[in-house]
């Protein structure tokens, strides 16, 4: 046993001076236009730049402006591992609010935001107003079909039901 | 003083709860990491079933009937069946980023046909539901049944999570934490198997000292490595300190040190004693249970860890 804890501790002080930094999940590396970054233009898109190539389901980005409304067009595009949205032109000056959410290689989903401020005002036209929270992702809600919390909830009766006829003690 | 009593042993699930509340103390795990736990309770516990039914083949005279086998394989399996249907639910619902009420049908099926995490999962689905069948189907049938379709489907179930998650992003990660989960699992599973399953003194005094050989085994597994994992996760010693996840090691390995105490206590007097016919049948299933649940609080701080960043 005191031969087993001191070839681990061992081991774990090897390992510990050897292995460089692992990065738990995906991070944004870098983004255009930068975070912080003050701009007197509209780019034709945003676009957000990750340690590693990004799963291209479920990824969500949105351009939210000072007034509120949502400023980028259509669905995001992954490729490899960047991750960008078109605008179509910026409105009022102010702060603008970049909001992700994507999953990482290993499952995890990864959110944050980064924000950039516009110092001319543009003549873009917004999108609709953004809903509260920032990761108000493709909205085609109703297309989903039906919850599946119900199909979950039946499953597990389902299954207790005919389990509990399986293992019922035969009448003797 | 109090009789032990077989269902004590659910009070395994209060501990991997517990366990997971620690983990949320400590660090920032996802919600579906309280229905990972017990997931992973049940699970071990099927593998362990499995175990014990594969140790004891070849015996003249089995100490635990096929029935009794294959009923608690069947309704753990049920149990982490659910378990393990609510827990897609809540990692697709959190991978889309719709909450879970408001997930759609059609979602789930992009997620579970998509992403690579979701196929998995699906995947592992599919060896729970198997393996369940399988038993309950042994139980109904009656006959002595070889345990290996459920060694084999219920370790896939519960590796298949492990391998695609933290570590599959490391060299020979997967490999490792394969071997680290099916440790684990045959370390709790096994005797939370044999508590639920012997009934007399000649029954563990035959099962125990074997269940403890494979513990040894095990424990030797887990720690190496979980040790590696660690080593290689972490960057150096302050995100032990600094980050939930090395908060959440540093639990981990430090109550892995006092389940070895215990352990190494039950291997000087329990085991030798049990294995000479000198401790009755209460006892050593009070002191499985007491193990049992220890170990649990180690799986609850497992299933937070294996979900928070």
Redesign the interface.
């Known amino acids: 046993m005191t031969r087993l804890i001191t070839v681990v501790t061992a081991l774990f002080v090897a390992l510990m001076m050897s292995a460089g930094p692992a990065a738990a999940h995906s991070a944004v590396i870098g983004s255009s236009p930068d975070d912080g970054e003050r701009i007197a233009q509209a780019p034709d898109r945003v676009s957000l730049t990750f340690n590693e190539a990004l799963q291209p389901q479920f990824a969500a980005l949105t351009v939210v402006g000072p007034d509120g409304n949502l400023w980028s067009v259509g669905d995001p595009v992954v490729e490899g591992p960047t991750i960008s949205v078109g605008l179509d032109g910026l409105g009022p000056v102010g702060e603008y609010t970049v909001a992700y959410r994507v999953t990482s290689a290993d499952g995890h989903p990864v959110s944050g935001t980064r924000v950039f401020t516009l110092t001319e005002e543009g003549t873009g036209t917004p999108g609709a107003p953004a809903a509260g929270s920032g990761d108000a992702a493709a909205d085609d809600a109703g297309n989903d079909g039906p919850a599946v919390w119900w199909f979950v909830v039946a499953g597990v009766v389902v299954v207790a039901a005919a389990l509990w006829f399986a293992l019922r003690k035969p009448k003797a | 003083m109090l009789v032990a009593r077989r269902r004590w042993l659910l009070v395994a699930a209060v501990g991997a709860l517990t366990g997971v509340a620690a983990g949320w103390l400590l660090a920032a795990p996802?919600p579906s990491s309280w229905v990972r736990a017990l997931s992973l309770c049940a699970g071990s516990t099927v593998l362990g079933a499995a175990a014990v039914a594969a140790m004891m083949r070849g015996d003249r005279r089995p100490d635990v009937s096929p029935t009794d086998l294959w009923?608690l394989v069947?309704?753990l399996g049920?149990l982490w069946?659910?378990a393990d249907?609510?827990q897609i639910?809540l990692?697709?619902s959190?991978?889309?980023?719709?909450p879970?009420?408001?997930?759609?049908?059609?979602?789930?099926?992009?997620?579970l046909g998509?992403?690579?995490?979701g196929r998995i999962t699906a995947v592992a689905w599919l060896c729970v539901a198997a393996c369940?069948t399988f038993a309950?189907v042994a139980?109904?049938s009656g006959t002595d049944r070889s345990a290996a379709p459920v060694l084999v489907t219920a370790g896939l179930a519960l590796i298949a999570r492990p391998v695609?998650?933290?570590m599959?992003?490391?060299p020979l990660g997967s490999l490792l934490d394969a071997a680290h989960v099916v440790a684990a699992a045959l370390w709790f599973g096994t005797l939370a198997a044999l508590a639920a399953l012997l009934r007399s003194r000649g029954a563990w005094a035959r099962q125990l000292p074997r269940y403890s050989t494979l513990a040894l085994r095990c424990v030797?597994v887990v720690?190496?490595t979980g040790?590696?994992d660690?080593?290689?996760?972490?960057?150096?010693?302050s995100d032990l300190v600094t980050t939930g996840?090395g908060r959440l090691v540093l639990t981990k390995a430090v109550l892995l040190a006092a389940l070895?105490g215990l352990a190494?206590w039950w291997r000087r007097g329990w085991v030798p004693a049990a294995g000479a016919h000198r401790v009755r049948a209460e006892v050593s299933l009070r002191n499985a249970v007491i193990e049992v649940c220890a170990m649990s609080v180690v799986f609850g701080v497992a299933a937070a860890l294996a979900t928070s960043?």
């Open positions: 996802d009923r069947a309704a049920g069946l659910s249907t609510v639910v990692e697709a959190a991978s889309v980023g719709e879970v009420g408001a997930l759609g049908a059609r979602r789930l099926v992009d997620y998509g992403v690579g995490t369940t309950a139980h109904r695609t998650g933290h599959s992003q490391q030797a720690a190496v040790v590696v660690a080593a290689v996760r972490l960057g150096s010693m996840y070895l190494l960043a």
